[in-house]
Every structure is written in structure tokens, then in C-alpha cells.
């Protein structure tokens, strides 16, 4: 036997509900990188580069795992970022 379909009511409930995990699951990540990278950017940095990275996934219509697609954009940038860093020191030391 086939579940009735959703009333309108139900599944605009259900994206709400949805929105709002998503919304939540984003302020952990938020909280989690600048706990993790705080000594190299700053909380502002943080939430703009999340901020990019969710806006890369505007057009996907299942939301699900788009927390931890932009954890992983985000974490890649920064680990790039710090490998940045790294580099140039080394280079500013001449190579040592």
C-alpha cells in the first residue's frame, strides 16, 4: 500500500523543517572552523567563505548533504590557505 501524497501545508512544513536543520548544521560548521582555524582567520573570514560555498550550491534541489559539501569546499580552502602560507614563509627563510 502506496502512502498518501503530501498536502501542500505538509511538504511546505517539511522543506521549513529542512531549511532550518540545514541552517543549524551551518552554524555548527561555522562554530567548529573558527575553533579549529581561528588562529589564521578570523570568524568574519569563516562565515563569508561558508557563505560562498553554500551559494555555490543554490541551484541543488536535495539539500541533504549540502552541510557537508561546504564543509569540505571551505576546510580545502583553508588548507589551501595555510599550505599558502607555509610556502611563502618558507621562501621568505630562502628555501630552508
Not at 581561528?38 to 555555490?56: F, H, K, M, N, Q
Not at 559539501?69 to 589551501?80: C, F, G, K, N, P
Amino acid at each position: 500500500m502506496s502512502r498518501p501524497s503530501q498536502t501542500d501545508r505538509e511538504r511546505d512544513v517539511d522543506q521549513e523543517r529542512k531549511a532550518e536543520q540545514e541552517r543549524k548544521a551551518l552554524i555548527r560548521l561555522r562554530d567548529r572552523l573558527v575553533i579549529t582555524y581561528g588562529a589564521e582567520v578570523s570568524p568574519e573570514e569563516v562565515a563569508a567563505l561558508i557563505d560562498e560555498a553554500v551559494a555555490g550550491f543554490a541551484a541543488v534541489s536535495i539539500r541533504d548533504f549540502v552541510p557537508l559539501l561546504v564543509e569540505r569546499t571551505v576546510r580545502d580552502e583553508l588548507r589551501r590557505r595555510a599550505r599558502g602560507d607555509a610556502v611563502a614563509a618558507t621562501a621568505e627563510r630562502g628555501g630552508r
